[in-house]
């Protein structure tokens, strides 16, 4: 019921093209869906998030694609650079439980120049 | 610029031994908590506090970790004793209100 499965473990794209990101759920109480970004040697850095009353979120190149009724969220990162290379967690969290999160377990991107 | 700060940056141990880490929170954040990451475990929750109570440390080894908030600008992570599978980079993030956690640069252990 707590797990927030991701995929795929690693992603390999070219500069300028769409990266995709998938996670999905089991339990329906979560109402906050932050994406993290975490570059080596660093913590995690919030990227965007999304609760359920929308179904997409852009900010900038990065967009947040959410289906309440399958229970899936997905990160698109559009005109990937070599920059967003880093690894993408997903998570979700319910506000009855204090903010605590479960997380994915992470995407490792890598954008080829 | 607001950040949660942890010291040691890095920390070589050998098995047995005491380790400390320490964790300021970001001023004003009522929440902390406390992950393990691996390669292999991905991240993991270890604890965490509201308002310096303890709210969760399932995730943790009861035996050998504890986890302390001795005053809202300090939380502590003690392993006691310590043991090889127990390398690892510990992040304390901290939060207030919102969902949005704010991670520390980490902790990177190392236990020969």
């Known amino acids: 019921q707590q797990q927030v499965k991701q995929s795929p473990q690693s992603l390999i794209v070219q500069k300028g093209g769409i990266s995709i990101i998938n996670c999905a759920y089991e339990n329906t109480a979560f109402d906050y869906f932050p994406w993290y970004q975490q570059f080596p040697g660093k913590g995690p850095a919030l990227l965007i998030a999304?609760?359920?009353?929308?179904s997409e979120k852009k900010e900038g190149r990065f967009t947040i694609s959410f289906n309440k009724s399958a229970k899936q969220f997905s990160l698109h990162i559009m005109d990937s650079q070599p920059g967003d290379s880093a690894t993408y967690f997903c998570?979700?969290?319910?506000?009855?439980?204090?903010?605590?999160?479960?997380f994915g377990d992470g995407t490792t991107l890598t954008v080829k120049p | 610029d607001a950040r949660v700060t942890q010291t040691p940056r890095h920390k070589v141990t050998e098995m047995g031994q005491e380790v400390t880490m320490r964790c300021q929170p970001i001023l004003g954040h009522n929440t902390v908590f406390w992950y393990r990451q691996t390669m292999m475990q991905g991240l993991e929750l270890l604890a965490y506090?509201?308002?310096?109570?303890?709210?969760?440390d399932s995730g943790m080894p009861k035996d050998r970790f504890s986890a302390e908030m001795p005053d809202a600008t300090l939380a502590t992570l003690k392993i006691q004793p310590s043991e090889p599978r127990d390398s690892a980079v510990y992040f304390c993030?901290?939060?207030?209100?919102?969902?949005?956690?704010?991670f520390g640069p980490g902790t990177r252990l190392t236990v020969l």
């Open positions: 998570a979700a969290s319910m506000g009855t439980n204090a903010g605590k999160s479960t």
């Open positions: 993030a901290s939060g207030f209100v919102t969902d949005t956690q704010y």
């Open positions: 999304i609760r359920p009353d929308v």
């Open positions: 506090f509201r308002n310096r109570a303890p709210l969760d």
